[in-house]
């Protein structure tokens, strides 16, 4: 568990209302830290660990991390300098539009319902990476078609960068799902079942979603 000290105010409103705080780990380097539920705690390292590690998207790695002063549990992500929100970026500061589409994606693979423009950040160099995936591992995918994804893959989707991405996910088997998972599961302190299991089950409902209907042809229909 990473140890967190020196504490001190941030944009609260940069990963939404848990009031993120700045401060270092024990290695010296900058890092965000904020508290949660427990469940949330191994909900947003899981779904991080997936998205980075299992499937291979830009993303901002969360670990559970300790305050050494008080003793407050919670996740901490290395602090991204220079990075602005999506949504005060723009779609025209992006860099990697075709990542950027496999990012949303798998976070609908991963069931994530709150990945708004928010929560994907522009580097300096227009490179787009996730953040806060605290409200993954639910089935089905929500967003209008105003929402953020929407605007993505309208703008920025193509049938050869969503299919990439989407092909990969039809061809999981329930069993490498599962194996997934475990691997993510296993950067917690302690194991987390329910939360795995809940992971598995959405992440196995959406692959047969995929498997089953054209999830975004209504997104790529001007294409």
Known sequence: M???????PFQTDYFGVNGPKRGVDERGREVLFKVNRQSDNAT?????????DELGQLGAIADEAIH????????????????RKLKDAGLEAVSNPD???GQVIARDFLGDWDAHSGNYLVGPDGVTRSIDLGKAGNKGIVGSPTSTRARILKQLGTHENVQTYYQRYRELSDEQIQQMVERAGSHLEQPAPQVEARFI???????DNF????IYKD?????
């Open 2 to 8: 990473r140890q967190i000290s020196n504490l001190g």
């Open 44 to 52: 947003e390292v899981i779904a991080s660990h997936l998205l980075v």
């Open 68 to 83: 050494t002063e008080n003793g407050e549990q919670g996740v901490c992500t290395d602090l991204l300098p220079n990075h």
């Open 99 to 101: 990542q950027l589409v």
């Open 201 to 207: 089950e959405a992440m196995i409902y959406q692959r």
């Open 211 to 214: 498997r089953k209907y054209e």
């Open 219 to 223: 997104e790529l229909s001007r294409d």
